[in-house]
C-alpha cells in the first residue's frame, strides 16, 4: 500500500489503552498518511494535548482511571480541543455523556466507514483555527 502524506502533516492522537487495537488503529491511519500519536491514558493525553497541536482526538471511552469523557471535557474546558475535533470510539453504544457531544463509533471499528469519517473531521476549520486565521 502506498502511504498518502496529507500536504499540512495532519497530526492525530489516539488514546486507547489496548495496546494492539492502538498499534491497529496507529498502523491504519499512518498508512492513510497521518502523524500519530498515542496515549494509553487520559491523563497522558492531556499532557500531550498541552504540548502538541493536534487536528484530531480519537479517545477510547473506557480507559484505566480517568474516562475518555473526562479526557475531553478537561481538553474542552482547557480550550486545548474543540468538540469538533474529537471522536470517541466505546462499546457502548449510548456513551454516556458523550453521545450528541462528539461523534461516537462503536467497536468493533469498520475502518472503511472511520477513515472518511476522519478525513472529514481534519479537512474541517474549528472555531479556535478560524479565530486563530482572523488574529
Not at 51 to 61: A, C, F, P
Request: net charge negative; with cysteine.
Amino acid at each position: 500500500m502506498t502511504r498518502q502524506r496529507p500536504a499540512d502533516d495532519v497530526r492525530i492522537l489516539i488514546v486507547e489503552d489496548n495496546e494492539d487495537f492502538c498499534l491497529l488503529m496507529q498502523t491504519v491511519l499512518q498508512d492513510a498518511g497521518y502523524i500519530v500519536d498515542c496515549a494509553a491514558c487520559a491523563e497522558d493525553a492531556l499532557l500531550m494535548l498541552e504540548q502538541q497541536n493536534y487536528r484530531l482526538v480519537v479517545s477510547d471511552y473506557s480507559l484505566p482511571g480517568y474516562s475518555g469523557r473526562w479526557l475531553l471535557s478537561q481538553a474542552f474546558e482547557r480550550r486545548l480541543l474543540t468538540p469538533d475535533k474529537a471522536l470517541m470510539v466505546t462499546g457502548d453504544p449510548e456513551a454516556p455523556g458523550v453521545a450528541g457531544v462528539v461523534p461516537v463509533v462503536p467497536k468493533p471499528v469498520d475502518f472503511e466507514h472511520l477513515l472518511p469519517k476522519i478525513r472529514t473531521v481534519v479537512e474541517r476549520q474549528s472555531p479556535m483555527e478560524a479565530d486563530g486565521a482572523a488574529a
